[in-house]
């Protein structure tokens, strides 16, 4: 019998990845702080997140052989973690910064069970055409920017700017899948295809 799996998070586009592998799951929103540390490297900082969520969700629920997992995405440039934009003048800087070069997203899966943690993060390389001022300003008014870290999304209207991408596309939708499998594998966790 598998354990009970649930995903720190309410994110659709995690929930629909973690379906897409078979895994049947509950969700539990994690609310932590997700402020950088001074001086945190981009991947350290994600490890970090990833592992809090599934912690603080591990916490909350009461079954004890319960495996939680987290994850947290960050989109970097030059070593500079980018978040969501708060304005059109984030998001015009964010993006034109990003036009014609590429960035890495990173993004962390941690599975906790118990005392029993694991952390995997999975880096991939994005590189963006060049994009014009009124582009960005007519992408911004889509509403699809306003809460996705480096302000696109990749499976949305935005993957029309995304030249080339090197390594897990579903980690820079927000879940890597191979990764996750193999961990939540690791814990005894079965979906679907591994059940016997």
């Not at 997203?105 to 963006?128: I, N, P």
Request: glycine share 6%; proline share 3%; charged share 20%.
């Amino acid at each position: 019998m598998s354990n009970t799996l649930i995903l720190a998070s309410q994110s659709p586009r995690r929930k629909e990845l973690l379906s897409q592998l078979g895994f049947q799951f509950q969700c539990c929103p994690a609310d932590i702080d997700e402020s950088i540390i001074e001086n945190e490297m981009a991947e350290q900082y994600v490890a970090r997140l990833a592992l809090e969520k599934a912690n603080a969700v591990a916490q909350r629920c009461n079954e004890n052989d319960a495996v939680v997992l987290g994850s947290d995405t960050s989109v970097v440039f030059q070593e500079h973690i980018l978040g969501k934009p708060e304005s059109l003048e984030d998001c015009l800087a964010i993006l034109s910064m990003l036009s014609d070069k590429s960035h890495q997203v990173l993004t962390a899966v941690a599975v906790v069970q118990g005392k029993r943690c694991k952390v995997d993060v999975v880096s991939t390389e994005v590189k963006f055409k060049k994009l014009s001022t009124n582009e960005i300003i007519r992408y911004w008014h889509t509403g699809e920017p306003q809460d996705k870290a480096g302000a696109y999304g990749i499976q949305g209207i935005a993957g029309q700017f995304v030249k080339q991408i090197q390594g897990s596309y579903s980690a820079v939708v927000g879940l890597p899948l191979y990764e996750t499998a193999q961990l939540l594998s690791s814990f005894g966790v079965s979906s679907a295809l591994t059940q016997e």
